[in-house]
Nanobody, 127 residues
């Protein structure tokens, strides 16, 4: 049974930084694609970033490209999301997820491709 626990959320001023962590247990973490999604109040959940099983490939939503960096430490079964130059519109609950049957051709951005999800961590950016 795969379990994911996010941490690192909080309140930050616009222009600030936060680093989210997602610790995984169960399964074979190093074989899975990891993704980050977010859900703002009153909106649907949207893709933020994904990283390949070995960490060599990444994929970002246009809205965060150049500001956010996804990384992973397979020895620690943890995936990270470094968020810089935060904007009020980045305010959301952030979720990590694992794609346990990843495509060899692309990193998934659709929620349906991710089978396991964390409980989420709140990020609030004040203006």
């Amino acid at each position: 049974q795969v379990q994911l626990v996010e941490s690192g959320g909080g309140l930050v001023q616009a222009g600030g930084s936060l680093r989210l962590s997602c610790a995984a247990s169960g399964g074979t973490f190093g074989r899975y694609v990891a993704g980050w999604f977010r859900q703002a109040p009153g909106k649907g959940r949207e893709f933020v970033a994904a990283i390949s099983s070995g960490g060599g490939r990444t994929y970002y939503a246009d809205s965060v490209k150049g500001r956010f960096t996804v990384s992973r430490d397979n020895a620690e079964n943890t995936v990270y999301l470094q968020m810089n130059s935060l904007k009020p519109e980045d305010t959301a609950v952030y979720y990590c997820a694992l794609d346990i049957n990843p495509s060899p051709f692309y990193l998934a951005a659709a929620m349906a491709d991710y089978e396991h999800w964390g409980q989420g961590t709140q990020v609030t950016v004040s203006s």
